[in-house]
C-alpha cells in the first residue's frame, strides 16, 4: 500500500463531466473518469440521494467537484444547463423519462450543447417492458443468465455483491459508451445519447460462455464446468484453519505442478475425464484441509501451479506483490484501490478525497464561467479544505 503522491494531471486532462448525483454505477463510471483527470462536477441534490454512506468516506466520489442544485426548484434546470453548455459528458442514472421531466434531458442539453455526450445508466435500458420498473443488480444479472452461473449446484446461486452487474455491466460499459461517443463528437462536433443498461452490459460479459455453450464446451447448470468450479482443479478449497485457496491450474504443465506441491499421484488422464473429477476433488479437498492457508501459502510460493490465498478486503493491501504495485493507495486516512489501468505519460492518481456535498460551487461557479451556481441566501455549503482528505458528494 501506498500513500497517494503529488498527481500528474491524466489522460482525461481538460474534459469536463456534469454528473447528475445518483448511487451506485453512475457514481462509480464518474469515478473512473475522474480518476483518469477528468474534471467531474457532481450535482448535489438538497438532502442526498439515500443509501449513502458518510460523505467522507465515499471514495467513488474522490476526485470529484460538488455542487448542490435543487432541480425541482423554479431556477433548478436552468443551473444544470449551464453546466451542460459547458461539458464534454453528462452522466445521470434516473429511470427513463425522469431528466426529461426534471427539464435536463438528452433535447434540451443539446439545445445548449450539441457536442454534448449524454450517458444514461439504467439497469433495464430506456426501452423495453421492464424499462420503467424499480430494480437491483441482483435482479438485472438473474434475467442475463449470468446471476444462474454461480455457486454450488445444490445450493442457491452464489451472489457476487453488486460488482458484476452494476460495475462490470454498468459502469465500466457506460464509460466505454461515453469516450467512444466523446472521441466521435471531437471528430464530427455532434453529440449523442449513450444508452448504458446493465442488462446489455452483464450481458456482454458473457459472450465467451455463449460461444462455448454453442459448441458443446458448456453445460447450462451450475458446477458442471471448466471456469464455475466444477472443474477441481479450478476452485476454492478450505484448508485447516477455514480460510481457503484459490487454484486455477488449467494448462498441464500447471495441472502437473499442481499436483507435485499439493502431493497428489499424477493423475494426467483425470485432468480430461469428467468422470474422475468428483474423486481427485475429494483427494484435493482432504490434501488442503491438512495445513493452514499460511502453510499452503509457503508451499505453491515462487512456482507456477496457479495457486493464491484467498484473502479478505483488509489483507489484500498487504500483500507483497499487491503492495509493490501500489495496487491499494492511502489518502486521507481511507485504504482504498487505486486508479486503474496505469498510463505511462499521463499517470492517474486520487488527487483529492471523496467531495463533500455543495462544497466547491463558488469554484465550480469561477472555473467553468456559471455564475447562476452562486447562490442567492447562504445554503447548506461544506467548508473547503485545503487538500480535501475528507472531500465527497453523496452517491
Not at 425541482?72 to 434516473?94: N, T
Not at 454461480?150 to 458484476?164: K, M, T
Not at 467512444?180 to 471528430?187: G, Q
Not at 459448441?215 to 458446477?223: K, N, T
Given at each position: 500500500m501506498t500513500e497517494a503522491k503529488t498527481p500528474g494531471p491524466g489522460p482525461l486532462a481538460g474534459v469536463r463531466v456534469v454528473e447528475l448525483a445518483g448511487i451506485g454505477p453512475g457514481p462509480f463510471a464518474a469515478m473512473l473518469l475522474a480518476d483518469l483527470g477528468a474534471d467531474v462536477v457532481r450535482v448535489d441534490r438538497p438532502g442526498g440521494p439515500g443509501l449513502a454512506i458518510d460523505p467522507a468516506h465515499d471514495v467513488t466520489n474522490r476526485n470529484k467537484?460538488?455542487?448542490?442544485?435543487?432541480?425541482?426548484?423554479?431556477?433548478?434546470?436552468?443551473?444544470?444547463?449551464?453546466?451542460?453548455?459547458?461539458?464534454?459528458?453528462?452522466?445521470?442514472?434516473?429511470?427513463?423519462?425522469?431528466?426529461?421531466?426534471?427539464?435536463?434531458?438528452?433535447e434540451?442539453?443539446?439545445?445548449?450543447?450539441?457536442?454534448?455526450?449524454?450517458?444514461?445508466?439504467?439497469?433495464?435500458?430506456?426501452?423495453?417492458?421492464?424499462?420503467?420498473?424499480?430494480g437491483h443488480d441482483i435482479a438485472y444479472i438473474a434475467l442475463t443468465g449470468t446471476?444462474?452461473?454461480?455457486?454450488?449446484?445444490?445450493?442457491?446461486?452464489?451472489?457476487?455483491?453488486?460488482?458484476?452487474?452494476?460495475?462490470?455491466?454498468?459502469?465500466?460499459?457506460?464509460?466505454?459508451?461515453?469516450?467512444?461517443?466523446?472521441?466521435?463528437?471531437?471528430?464530427?462536433?455532434?453529440?449523442?445519447?449513450?444508452?448504458a443498461a446493465i442488462v446489455d452490459g452483464t450481458a456482454h460479459l458473457s459472450a465467451l460462455i455463449h460461444g462455448m455453450l454453442a459448441?458443446?464446451?458448456?453445460?447450462?447448470?451450475?458446477?458442471a464446468n471448466l471456469l464455475d468450479g466444477g472443474c477441481p482443479y479450478y476452485g476454492t478449497y478450505e484448508t485447516a484453519d477455514g480460510r481457503h485457496m484459490a487454484v486455477g491450474a488449467l494448462e498441464p504443465q500447471f495441472y502437473d505442478e499442481f499436483?507435485?506441491?499439493?502431493?497428489?499421484?499424477?493423475?494426467?488422464?483425470?485432468?480430461?475425464?469428467?468422470?474422475?473429477?468428483?474423486?481427485?476433488?475429494?483427494q484435493v479437498a482432504a490434501r488442503f484441509k491438512s495445513r493452514t492457508r499460511e502453510e499452503w501459502t509457503a508451499v505453491?510460493?515462487?512456482?507456477?501451479?496457479?495457486?493464491?490465498?484467498?484473502?479478505?478486503?483488509?489483507?489484500?493491501?498487504?500483500?507483497?506483490?499487491?503492495a509493490a504495485r501500489g495496487t491499494f493507495t492511502d489518502h486521507g486516512g481511507i485504504t482504498?484501490?487505486?486508479?486503474?489501468?496505469?498510463?505511462?505519460?499521463?499517470?492517474?492518481?486520487?488527487?483529492?478525497?471523496?467531495?463533500?456535498?455543495?462544497?466547491?460551487?463558488?469554484?465550480?461557479a469561477r472555473d467553468w464561467d456559471v455564475p447562476r451556481l452562486l447562490p442567492t441566501a447562504p445554503g447548506p455549503q461544506h467548508p473547503r479544505r485545503s487538500d480535501h482528505p475528507q472531500r465527497k458528494a453523496s452517491s
Open positions: 467537484r460538488s455542487v448542490i442544485v435543487d432541480l425541482k426548484a423554479p431556477d433548478g434546470p436552468a443551473r444544470v444547463l449551464d453546466l451542460a453548455a459547458r461539458a464534454d459528458i453528462l452522466i445521470e442514472g434516473y429511470r427513463p423519462g425522469v431528466a426529461e421531466r426534471l427539464g435536463v434531458g438528452p434540451e442539453c443539446h439545445a445548449r450543447n450539441p457536442r454534448l455526450v449524454y450517458g444514461r445508466m439504467t439497469g433495464w435500458g430506456q426501452q423495453g417492458p421492464l424499462a420503467d420498473r424499480a446471476l444462474g452461473m454461480l455457486g454450488d449446484p445444490d445450493r442457491p446461486p452464489a451472489v457476487p455483491a453488486n460488482l458484476l452487474g452494476d460495475f462490470a455491466g454498468g459502469s465500466l460499459y457506460l464509460v466505454v459508451g461515453v469516450l467512444a461517443a466523446l472521441n466521435h463528437a471531437r471528430a464530427t462536433g455532434t453529440g449523442q445519447v449513450v444508452d459448441a458443446g464446451a458448456w453445460q447450462d447448470r451450475r458446477g499436483l507435485r506441491l499439493l502431493g497428489i499421484e499424477d493423475q494426467p488422464s483425470a485432468r480430461t475425464d469428467v468422470t474422475r473429477w468428483p474423486d481427485l476433488r475429494e505453491f510460493e515462487g512456482s507456477d501451479a496457479c495457486v493464491a490465498p484467498v484473502l479478505s478486503l483488509r489483507e489484500a493491501p498487504h500483500h507483497p506483490h499487491l482504498q484501490p487505486a486508479p486503474a489501468p496505469r498510463f505511462s505519460a499521463t499517470p492517474a492518481a486520487v488527487r483529492t478525497g471523496p467531495a463533500l456535498p455543495g462544497q466547491d460551487t463558488a469554484e465550480v
